[in-house]
């Protein structure tokens, strides 16, 4: 027998594309450019923001409280200002007058509660972190020394760390709050729940985790304020993924002009959502600039940003599912607790609530119940990272699929395949209230089960439990959907949420027929400078080459609404391509002049202008480009330069869609798992680079896999992060992922003209519930229908002892 | 103050130091060679990964004296002695991670391609797996390691074949 290799199939996949891109050089949207950010980041001639380096520049480093829940009695800052090298020391109350509190700008019910969260805390600590002082020196290290002389004085309170214990009463993290229940969102859609389950055959409830995490940018946060203290201006650079909301949100919180407050993200070393907000530390570097008239920098270290910095997940889920006999999916039931922290960040309880939506998947059902309730606890804020609401509803979803197959007795993939929304039902508009622009999970789900060897590896399976061996095999699943490219404001402003979700570009063509992009997408890491510039070259005819991306830079970049949400592509991609198009119309109303013919007799192709039917009258479109700029002879009327501006506000989100399958080796006497084969096969619509679009999917793949086999924050019970360090929390390395097997297919998306679709977090949002149903799958047989996330050795071997009775 | 003198990327510096400053912010603050990152405090990323006289040394561990004397290399100055990072002078390693894609954010890129440089030197041609651990102590947030290993590799073809035409020449 002759066995398909999943690696050799992918490659030549793989290799064909390059040749495809290699051989039509005038074609850029779809050919896998090198990327044009390497070149200053493979040697190291970058711009990090603690890279800067300012005439006079200060140092900040924060006194963060070493209690969950405390009263604050006292703060001294005097003995530090006697240090060496401490130019300045403020307390939580020295500061009170230059700012408000930090913003949270999603109202996800009318009676939603939003205590105050002060940049530095004036009354009481909630969460081991929390900020009471700061003091500025001139160098790090005399920074970092003064932190040991502030005299902080605490009166201790109970810590509520548990969920459901805040919910109970007791201990309020926030006095000004009745209880620790933030919001009560419920949304029931569809047929009436309770009818829908009685009459069902089958129903299956479970309890999943979503544990906490922590989003582990490898650059740490770090700010530099440059104040002009005479003209009251201020220049704030941030690894930052939004610097125009930080912009709006930084003059709200300090009273500054909004048009005197420069942001700029510079170098900015991922995100994955840690970075979308507005933190305490961004507005203190201001408004200490401002008291100081000199330069201030903060950089966190590693375990300052496991305090400070948002985390991610943590959520109770109940979910139930109710169906007929014969398979069919008839209801869900989500109701979650989501962990909200000590304080809400900027977008805190809008991250459960993108989930809303998504907990029916790709799978049609006439009955739909969503509730969550936001919980106040003692612990750092959560926010979003990487998926952000939909990874949580993809994996309760995915997994209590796989509940149902075993309660049915059915093929998992059968099952999934009788109750997804078929391609010829596109659009089609979910129980949820979503409509769904593409898709087609038959081509996508045949081409996985093709690279996987599905068939064979369940063969081997019967046969390795049959035999009962030691180490046994597992196959789990994932089909899903997500909703991404965070955009139509109209849809925002019904959810409540702060603002719109447009994105702008300009696009300008140089004297000399270079061409420049200003987008305001803020990347950090995603190679948009790479993906505008194939976009722009090929709507203006020029080289790849010719084409240079501005970005990040509220002087140069005036109006944006950044990256997060996989959104960038989808928003401010088309923006750019629309920008290029008005440019193109403009130049061929200048060609048209140039050439004396009429606008309707020009084509444009290869960036020049060529009269229909005689060829050889033609004008480059740089050609174009030094006339619109001389402009000595222009149309009547016609501005000189070639410039132009567009904003693009979609009809409707995204919807990239996949099928993921895992393999994975559990050892049944230690616990151990081992992704033996991991199969990707996305549909993300058109491709503008699949080079980059294939490293999104990997990246995403490992923090997803990272969620189900390795990652957890961990409080004890009185509120101590003991997963403070990268010794404590294990952020995977090279050898604890696998080879993945990437492929796509290509469903365009009908919600913008390029047909693209978000593909940031898809990899993440997908893994999880293929490796753990692929646990869950190998070790079915001995009694083990569940294990809690990160499938350790130890939770592994737990519940196999569990389920033998504790016999070994 | 201690006073050190140490070769770095072709140019000695000598300088009066704290006895307790880490390498990593003497070349970062002080002689402002910020191409060398720093991304945890437990020395676990490997972000600020340099050679040390011939041997990577994660540069958040050790002391600015004790870099005395030693010769050292930061990815600034890897692909030429004078480091203007010309891409025609780049190293295979910095070649093959644009190539292969083998970073994204790009912020564990340098300690990346240094810890590279020292695996490859001990072994020339290595195997997948072998290169997965050569790396196990630097992390990685947004490639996933896939490419990074496929741009290793590539690179290790891309030097054993000079070496070869190297020696053919001899």
């Known amino acids: 027998m002759s066995k398909v290799d999943p690696e050799t199939i992918a490659e030549e996949a793989q290799r064909a594309d390059r040749a495809a891109g290699d051989e039509d050089e005038g074609r850029n949207v779809g050919a896998r450019r090198l990327r044009k950010e390497d070149a200053k980041l493979v040697t190291g001639q970058t711009r990090w923001t603690d890279n800067i380096q300012l005439p006079g520049m200060l140092h900040m480093a924060v006194v963060r409280s070493p209690m969950a829940h405390a009263r604050i009695t006292g703060v001294d800052v005097s003995a530090a200002l006697e240090q060496p090298g401490v130019i300045a020391a403020f307390s939580g109350a020295d500061l009170a007058e230059e700012y408000s509190g930090l913003p949270t700008v999603w109202t996800v019910t009318p009676d939603m509660a939003t205590p105050t969260h002060l940049p530095l805390a004036t009354d009481k600590v909630r969460y081991v972190g929390d900020g009471v002082a700061v003091v500025v020196a001139r160098d790090r290290y005399s920074a970092a020394d003064a932190l040991e002389h502030v005299v902080v004085d605490y009166e201790p309170l109970d810590a509520v760390v548990d969920m459901e214990e805040a919910l109970q009463g007791g201990t309020l993290v926030h006095d000004d709050v009745e209880s620790n229940l933030c919001f009560d969102f419920q949304m029931p859609t569809g047929a009436d729940i ?130 007929s006999s014969d398979g069919s999916i008839k209801g869900i039931k989500a109701h979650l607790l989501a962990d909200m922290g000590a304080y809400l960040q900027l977008v805190t309880t809008g991250v459960p609530i993108l989930g809303a939506f998504m907990y029916c998947g790709i799978y049609k059902m006439d009955a739909y119940d969503f509730r969550c309730k936001g919980v106040f606890t003692n612990k750092t804020p959560t926010d979003a990272y990487r998926g952000a609401g939909r990874p949580e509803a993809t994996f309760a979803l995915e997994r209590i699929i796989d509940e149902l197959a075993v309660e049915l007795d059915m093929e998992p993939m059968e099952l999934r395949r009788k109750n997804w929304i078929r391609h010829e039902e596109f659009p089609y508009t979910t129980v949820a209230g979503l409509t769904y622009d593409s898709g087609n999970y038959e081509a996508a789900t045949d081409r996985s089960l093709e690279l996987f060897d599905y ?114 592509l989808a928003v401010g991609g088309i923006a750019v391509q629309k920008a290029a198009e008005r440019l193109v119309e403009k130049a061929r109303k200048v060609a048209a002049h140039m050439l004396e013919a009429a606008e309707d007799d020009l084509e444009f192709a290869d960036g020049a202008f060529r009269v229909r039917g005689s060829p050889e009258a033609s004008k480059t479109i740089q050609d174009v480009a030094l006339a619109a700029f001389a402009a000595h002879d222009l149309p009547e009327g016609m501005e000189p330069t070639l410039s132009s501006d567009y904003t693009f506000d979609p009809e409707n989100f995204s919807y990239p869609h996949g099928t993921h399958l895992c393999a994975v080796d559990v050892d049944t006497e230690t616990g151990e798992v081992v992704i033996r084969s991991y199969v990707a096969v996305d549909d993300v619509g058109r491709v503008v680079n699949p080079q980059i679009v294939e490293g999104q999917v990997h990246g995403g793949l490992a923090q997803g896999i990272a969620q189900a086999l390795y990652e957890e924050a961990i409080y004890d019970p009185d509120g101590n992060l003991i997963t403070g360090t990268l010794v404590d929390y294990y952020v995977p390395g090279a050898p604890d992922l696998p080879h993945y097997v990437t492929d796509r297919t290509e469903t365009p998306s009908t919600s913008n003209p390029l047909g693209v679709k978000g593909v940031g977090e898809a990899g993440t949002i997908a893994s999880t519930p293929a490796v753990v149903n692929a646990v869950i799958d190998a070790l079915r047989h001995l009694g083990v229908a569940d294990v809690r996330m990160p499938c350790s050795p130890e939770r592994v071997w737990r519940a196999l002892q569990n389920a033998n009775g504790g016999r070994q | 103050m201690p006073r050190i003198s140490v070769r770095i990327d072709g140019t ?159």
């Open chain 1, 194 to 323: 309770d009818e829908t389950f009685a009459a069902a055959d089958v129903v299956v409830e479970r309890r999943f985790i979503q544990q906490r995490l922590l989003p582990t940018a490898i650059e740490p946060r770090s700010v530099v304020c440059e104040p002009i203290a005479a003209a009251d201006e201020y220049t704030l650079y941030s690894a930052t993924q939004v610097p125009h909301i930080l912009r709006i949100m930084l003059a709200m919180v300090t009273g500054t002009p909004e048009h005197k407050i420069r942001v700029v993200a510079p170098d900015v070393g991922g995100g994955f959502g840690s970075k979308l907000n507005v933190y305490a530390e961004e507005a203190l570097a201001l408004v200490v600039a401002k008291r100081l008239g000199r330069p201030i920098k903060w950089t966190e270290s590693r375990s300052e940003n496991y305090q400070a910095t948002i985390h991610g997940r943590d959520q109770i889920q109940d979910i139930a599912i109710a169906a």
């Open chain 1, 455 to 568: 068939d064979g590896l369940r063969r081997e399976q019967a046969e390795r439990r049959d035999r009962g061996d030691r180490v046994q095999l597992g196959i789990g699943i994932s089909t899903y959907t997500e909703m991404c490219g965070l955009a139509p404001s109209r849809v925002l402003g019904s959810l409540s949420y702060g603002a719109g979700g447009w994105e702008s570009a300009t696009v300008r063509l140089l004297p000399t027929g270079k061409a420049e992009v200003v987008t305001g997408t803020s990347p950090h890491g995603q190679g948009h400078v790479t993906s505008w510039s194939q976009i722009a070259a090929d709507v203006l005819g020029v080289p790849f080459d010719d084409v240079d991306v501005v970005h990040g830079d509220t002087k140069m970049s005036p109006a944006g609404m950044d990256t997060y949400g996989s959104r960038s």
């Open chain 2, 12 to 170: 000695t510096y000598e300088d009066e130091v704290e006895a307790r400053l880490l390498f990593v912010h003497y070349l970062r603050d002080k002689i402002g060679l910020t191409g060398t990152n720093v991304g945890c405090d437990t020395s676990n990323c490997g972000a600020c990964t340099v050679i040390v006289d011939g041997h990577s040394a994660k540069s958040c561990t050790l002391l600015a004296v004790q870099a005395d004397g030693s010769e050292v290399t930061t990815i600034q100055g890897l692909a030429t002695q004078n480091g203007s990072g010309r891409r025609g002078d780049w190293h295979p390693l910095q070649t093959a991670f644009h190539t292969e894609h083998g970073l994204q954010c790009g912020y564990c890129t340098p300690g990346m391609i240094m810890a590279s440089v020292d695996l490859l030197r001990h072994n020339p041609d290595p195997t997948d797996e072998e290169i997965r651990h050569g790396l196990e102590g630097n992390l990685c947030r947004c490639t996933g390691y896939q490419n990074i290993v496929a741009a290793v590799r590539t690179a290790a073809e891309e030097m054993r074949s000079r070496a070869q035409t190297e020696g053919a020449q001899q």
